[in-house]
């Protein structure tokens, strides 16, 4: 999808709410759940449309942990770090994978926009702790060569399936 495209469609969810400023959330979200980021050009876009700064539009994107500013990977990562995890040792396996990733800093998303590497309170899955979710898909009793090993089996499916395109 073109820029000007993605734009169209960013406006025509800001039109859905009416242009109405206490609806910026509920456009946020809906914006997200399409792109799953919100861009620079459509947070401006918000701005505009709803006549408010776009330092207002980003102080609630940032407000928010579960807006995002930055493009996700194919595969979302999240590593439980709740209490039964924590205790189970999920931070190794969190810590493992930022380095098989090659993630500095705030970065989440590998050079290769493939993964996205991000902690969660709790999966609700204690018992199988630790745990770990792809795209929402539970991965129990984890360690962190058998997270690492997951991910280079999804690195190598990606790169299969663009050779046989």
């Known amino acids: 999808m073109g820029k000007q495209s993605a734009l169209q469609r960013v406006e025509e969810i800001i039109e859905g ?19 799953k980021y919100l861009s620079t ?10 006549n408010i700064g776009v330092a207002k539009v980003y ?3 940032t407000f928010y942990e579960n807006f995002s500013l930055e493009a996700k990977g194919r595969y979302i990562v999240k590593v439980c770090c709740g209490t039964a995890c924590h205790v189970r040792k999920s931070q190794p396996i969190y810590d493992g994978l930022r380095e098989y ?13 493939l993964f996205t590497l991000e902690t969660v309170a709790c999966l609700g899955a204690c018992g199988l702790s630790p745990v770990m979710t792809v795209n929402d ?10 997270a690492i090993d997951l ?6 499916k990606e790169e299969t399936s663009h050779a046989e395109a």
């Open 151 to 156: 991910l280079k089996t999804l690195r190598a």
């Open 59 to 61: 102080s609630v994107a």
């Open 137 to 146: 898909e539970v991965y129990p009793k984890m360690t962190p060569e058998s």
């Open 101 to 113: 990733l090659d993630l500095h800093g705030k970065q989440k998303t590998s050079s290769d926009g």
């Open 17 to 35: 709410y009416g242009c109405r400023r206490e609806n910026l959330i509920a456009m946020m979200q809906d914006i997200q759940n399409e792109y």
């Open 41 to 50: 050009e459509a947070l401006e876009l918000i701005a505009d449309k709803l």
